[in-house]
């Protein structure tokens, strides 16, 4: 039977999808994920939301599609941005596209052996992600960072490794400035 085809409209100030399901990521979410550990407890005390995701998502089949805008807020753990929490496709060679809709920031990726790469993100990127390669996104502004990313309906997301070893590249201010700079505490 074919299914229903159908539109919605994204807010593109709030990043928010009627009808969609909404995930909500707060700090305390995200333990051992910043660097920083005692500016973590610290802000912990607010337990701030980090992010938020909207979800459209379809039966886990191949060759269909989901899609999800995230509300990445403003704010820093130390000299360390907010971002999202990163994972691997768990079909990991499922790739992925990614629009930013309203704020600044970019994307972190990665592959199996640790080759990163930065992609500044502004409203109108579209950035893709190809199979394989693990993604993170950082806000480095201070209004959130709002994108639409779409993905296989069958990808599935692989967080353990990212979790465990975190990214090669970590996006931090210093000197008020956005630098991408070697994560210390990584190792294949
Ligand atoms: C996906 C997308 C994207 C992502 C969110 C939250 O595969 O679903 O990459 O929707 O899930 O931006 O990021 P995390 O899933 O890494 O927490
Ligand atoms: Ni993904």
Redesign the pocket.
């Known amino acids: 039977d074919y299914k229903t085809p159908f539109g919605v409209k994204i807010d593109l100030e709030t990043g928010v999808i009627p009808g969609a399901n909404k995930?909500v990521?707060r700090l305390s979410d995200m333990r051992g994920y910043f660097l920083d550990e005692k500016a973590y407890e610290e802000l912990l005390k607010e337990d701030p939301i980090v992010?938020e995701?909207y979800?459209i998502e379809q039966e886990e089949k191949e060759g269909d599609l989901?899609f999800?805008?995230?509300v990445?807020y403003p704010g820093k753990v130390g000299k360390e941005f907010f971002f999202?929490?990163?994972?691997y496709?768990a079909k990991a060679d499922r790739a992925?596209i990614?629009c930013g809709i309203k704020g600044r920031g970019g994307m972190l990726l990665q592959t199996p052996e640790g080759e990163a790469k930065w992609i500044p993100m502004e409203p109108g990127t579209v950035v893709y992600?190809p199979p394989y390669w693990a993604?993170?996104?950082v806000n480095t502004g201070n209004e959130p960072f709002i994108?639409l990313?779409i993905?296989p309906a069958d990808?599935g997301?692989d967080?353990g490794s990212?979790k465990e070893k975190g990214f090669s590249k970590i996006v931090i201010e210093e000197d008020g400035e956005v630098k991408v700079v070697d994560n210390p505490r990584w190792k294949l």
């Not at 999202?84 to 994972?87: P, V, Y």
Request: no cysteine.
């Open positions: 995930l990521r992010y995701v979800a989901n999800a805008t995230t990445l999202t929490k990163g994972h496709h992925e990614y992600v993604h993170r996104t994108f990313a993905y990808a997301h967080y990212i």
